[in-house]
């Protein structure tokens, strides 16, 4: 590189990003790119992955094409890069034709220097088409780890990205993530048509990061003395618990707040906004909370709930401390977390008899005789076809995430679902249905097929009441809007279900059956699951040396830091005085059963830790109520 490069470089790093250097392994990562070498970067989160594509953009002719998973992420992106007077663009499925011919024109005749795309338009023949009139300086997919950890499962997309490099063989492949095992490296390259391998990775070693696992016996109680006034992540799995949390924080005198895919999209950026400003201390989220989250200052992550895999587990824990400052990951687990995440695993694949009766049902509903191969879109009413089959809800819906992804359905066309709020006391709907005694089967099977709750949304299913109640749908609707103008409930009619179409002609339901990529899939699935659970259960193995294995680092050295290494520690030394500090730890966030602590010390001979427990009874700093040790 000579001189001359050498200072654009500085000028460019300093102009638009105000750096005087960059950080570890960012050039080098750059320099392949302006060699024309396709590469593959594993930087650590908070590590500055997105400089690595958008800098060389900016020294090379063309437009460099990012390829990226969330429309958030994309447009949060897009929008510092404008800010900075550099000429980005993006692509998703709120824009008008007009406005994408547009953008790619201006791809086209030079007026765009990154042009910001989901892996879903990369299929579109439109797309594909004015591809081939784009100068391409080069392509760079974002979180890269995407291609195993989705691709396989609900973005196939991601797996025919290849099709970049039979469209466009000259450009370069950039692939960048902060997430990858030895496997998914090789996959990432695999599926991306890389001309040869070419790995830039930084250690996945976060030293200021220290990892916990506590276990609990009520984690809600558990978690309100864990919390503390600071910033702080907490990820849950559902919508309803991130708001309960969120509630009984704000009780205790802790701002927090909550964030899920249900909120409508400008108030999650509003609520993200203040979390980011400052305006509250907690957030409260599902793993909608995610991607292109760059807060320096998270004290602490805390996974209420156990995570799928190690790799969502270290990007989630990955958001503590960017300011390089000591910072905390904790996970709370309970005796069945284990069980009822492989149980959700295999929710998650339904059975072939479940899935062949959901077929069947779906086409007796819609009248669908065998061979119909028209291009007609059907409604898909989950909750009457649950009703009718005796299934779980979340069955059926699986059922048919299934059948689309074995190929028999097509183009699932998003909707909603109609909606009601109890706006009344019990009281008061007793004394409606006295009055008004026509509506009392309607009331009645809502109260007791749906979670009552006064003041809460309520998803419902107008054709299920009606089958249900043996009521015509019409009169069910009717009844509601009643009730609705009386001010007994908010209805909300969905304008439009979800709508699938036919992929092949109707065929008999003894004809379904599962593919092979769905078994392996369902395999890949536990496996990552497995995984999670080791590292969850290991009490004596360095939680950092676990991780970095996992990550195919060799040798990593013990962190000294996480719960593990403190118990290393304790046993090393072994003094009275270090074991008796060690169990006032273990009881400073929950009371528990001498058996229970004796499980979590189990490297402790028994006869020391039952002396070592009698003598802080005997000194009165803990206590013994209802079979529980506590802190007095």
């Not at 030079?110 to 594909?128: D, H, N």
């Not at 702080?232 to 009780?251: C, F, P």
């Not at 003041?455 to 009441?465: A, L, Q, T, W």
Request: proline share 3%; hydrophobic share 35%.
């Amino acid at each position: 590189m000579n001189q001359d490069d050498l200072i654009d470089k500085q000028k460019i790093l300093k102009q638009y990003w105000g750096h005087k250097t960059f950080r570890p392994l960012q050039e080098e990562v750059i320099n392949q790119i302006l060699q024309k070498k396709d590469v593959l970067a594993l930087l650590p989160t908070g590590g500055g992955k997105s400089l690595c594509y958008q800098f060389p953009a900016l020294m090379m002719n063309g437009v460099c094409l990012v390829i990226s998973p969330l429309i958030a992420l994309m447009k949060d992106q897009v929008d510092l890069l404008q800010k900075k007077g550099i000429k980005a663009d993006l692509i998703n499925s709120t824009l008008s034709k007009s406005a994408i011919d547009r953008i790619l024109d201006n791809a086209i005749y030079g007026k765009t220097k990154m042009l910001y795309l989901s892996p879903e338009r990369i299929q579109s023949e439109l797309f594909q088409e004015r591809l081939k009139k784009m100068k391409v300086s080069f392509i760079a997919v974002d979180e890269a780890h995407c291609i195993s950890q989705w691709g396989y499962d609900f973005r196939p997309s991601y797996l025919n990205l290849n099709i970049l490099r039979e469209l466009k063989p000259n450009s370069s492949l950039m692939a960048v993530t902060a997430t990858a095992t030895p496997k998914v490296v090789e996959d990432i390259q695999n599926k991306l048509s890389f001309r040869h391998s070419n790995v830039i990775r930084q250690s996945f070693k976060r030293s200021n990061i220290h990892y916990r696992v506590i276990q609990c016996e009520n984690k809600i109680k558990v978690l309100k003395k864990v919390v503390k006034k600071e910033c702080t992540l907490i990820y849950v799995r559902s919508r309803r618990q991130a708001e309960l949390i969120s509630e009984r924080l704000n009780q205790i005198g802790i701002s927090s707040h909550y964030y899920h895919a249900g909120l409508d999209t400008a108030y999650r950026s509003k609520i993200q906004s203040k979390w980011m400003n400052n305006q509250f201390l907690v957030m409260v989220a599902t793993t909608a909370f995610g991607m292109g989250i760059d807060k320096a200052d998270v004290r602490t992550v805390i996974h209420y709930d156990v995570p799928e895999s190690l790799e969502s587990f270290y990007q989630e824990s990955g958001r503590a401390g960017r300011d390089g400052l000591p910072s905390y990951s904790i996970s709370l687990i309970e005796m069945n977390d284990g069980e009822n995440l492989l149980n959700r695993i295999s929710s998650s694949f339904p059975h072939l008899n479940d899935l062949q009766k959901t077929y069947q049902q779906f086409c007796n509903m819609h009248q669908i005789p065998l061979g119909y191969d028209y291009d007609i879109s059907f409604e898909v009413d989950i909750d009457y076809i649950s009703s009718k089959l005796n299934l779980y809800r979340k069955t059926v819906y699986y059922c048919f995430k299934q059948l689309y992804e074995n190929g028999y359905l097509s183009e699932i066309q998003e909707g909603n679902s109609s909606y009601l709020v109890f706006k009344s006391e019990l009281v008061e709907i007793d004394r409606f249905i006295e009055k008004y005694n026509q509506h009392k089967k309607v009331i009645h099977y809502v109260m007791r097929s749906y979670p009552f709750s006064i003041g809460k949304e309520i998803k419902i299913s107008e054709r299920m009441i009606a089958s249900r109640s043996e009521m015509d749908i019409e009169k069910v609707i009717q009844s509601l809007k009643i009730m609705h103008q009386y001010g007994l409930i908010t209805y909300f009619k969905s304008e439009k279900l979800p709508k699938v179409k036919l992929a092949i002609p109707r065929i008999k339901s003894s004809k379904i059956h599962l593919s092979k990529n769905t078994k392996n899939n369902f395999k890949r699935q536990v496996y990552l699951a497995e995984n999670m659970l080791q590292y969850l259960n290991e009490n004596h193995t360095c939680r950092n040396q676990i991780l970095l294995t996992y990550f195919g680092e060799s040798n990593p050295k013990p962190c000294l830091k996480c719960d593990n290494c403190d118990k290393k520690v304790t046993k090393k030394n072994n003094p009275n005085h270090i074991l008796k500090n060690a169990i006032l730890m273990t009881l400073k966030f929950e009371n528990k059963e001498v058996k229970t602590i004796q499980k979590e010390f189990e490297y402790v001979e028994k006869g020391q830790l039952k002396k070592n427990i009698k003598e802080l009874l005997e000194k009165g700093q803990i206590e013994m109520k209802h079979n529980k040790l506590s802190i007095v």
